[in-house]
């Protein structure tokens, strides 16, 4: 595709990634505060909400990358230093390996932990694989390690998105926006 005809990111692509990010902001409270909040009712709803979001939020990611490999981002300014464009394309790319890949590692994990991923207390969805202590508390540590790094990824983006749409003014933030 001709680079020079994408100028803007559509409102499907706008809409996947609020919804991604509110998804995923949520996700990333109910992880922290499930490990926090001691065993009992409220540590397994947050659990499920967990689950749930990053079973959802998978697809989600599916569908923006199909359509982000069919049409490219629009142009960043043509003033825009060299390590800044660097450093947005490493960020999106960061966020979106750790998108794909976290879900999966996520559902590898609990399932290695046994039982079922309760998806929104609608449906059980059958575990991946057989229980496996050793193997839970491996997929476990890389699950948590790039939640982690997802967790700094966002904090530059959003601190990046706030210098464009304040600061600088220049259209970044608001062409994820309002188009
Ligand atoms: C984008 C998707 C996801 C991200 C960024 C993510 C991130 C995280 C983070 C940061 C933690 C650590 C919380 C803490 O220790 O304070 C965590 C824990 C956990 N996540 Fe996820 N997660 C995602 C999706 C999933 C999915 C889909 C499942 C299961 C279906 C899942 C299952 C778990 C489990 C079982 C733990 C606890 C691991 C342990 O305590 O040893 N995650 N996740
Ligand atoms: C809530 C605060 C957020 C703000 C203000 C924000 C803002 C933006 C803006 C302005 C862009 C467009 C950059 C450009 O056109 O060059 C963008 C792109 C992107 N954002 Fe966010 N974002 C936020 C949260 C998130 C979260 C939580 C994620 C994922 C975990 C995320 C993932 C992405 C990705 C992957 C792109 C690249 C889109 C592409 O070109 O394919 N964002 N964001």
Redesign the pocket.
């Known amino acids: 595709m001709d680079r020079s005809t994408t100028v803007a990111?559509t409102s499907t692509?706008r809409a996947l990634?609020w919804i991604?990010?509110l998804a995923?902001?949520a996700l990333l409270a109910a992880g922290l505060a499930m490990n926090s909040v001691g065993p009992g009712p409220l540590m397994n709803r947050l659990y499920v909400v967990h689950w749930s979001l990053g079973v959802t939020v998978f697809p989600l990611v599916l569908a923006?990358l199909a359509i982000?490999f069919s049409r490219p981002?629009?142009p960043?300014p043509a003033d825009m230093p060299g390590w800044q464009r660097l450093a947005?394309h490493a960020n999106?790319w960061v966020?979106?390996a750790i998108?794909l890949v976290n879900p999966v590692l996520g559902y590898l994990t609990k399932s290695a932990f046994g039982g079922p991923v309760t998806y929104f207390w609608i449906v059980d969805l059958p575990p991946a694989i057989d229980k496996n202590r050793a193997l839970f508390d491996q997929l476990s540590s890389v699950h948590i390690v790039l939640g982690f790094t997802?967790i700094a990824a966002?904090a530059a983006?959003?601190g990046a998105?706030?210098y464009?749409?304040v600061v600088r003014r220049d259209g970044?933030?608001s062409?994820?926006?309002t188009g």
Do not use: D, F, W
Request: hydrophobic share 55%.
């Open positions: 990111y692509q990634h991604t990010a995923v902001i923006r982000r981002a629009p960043l947005a999106h966020l979106y998108l997802m966002i983006h959003v998105a706030l464009h749409g970044i933030l062409r994820m926006v």
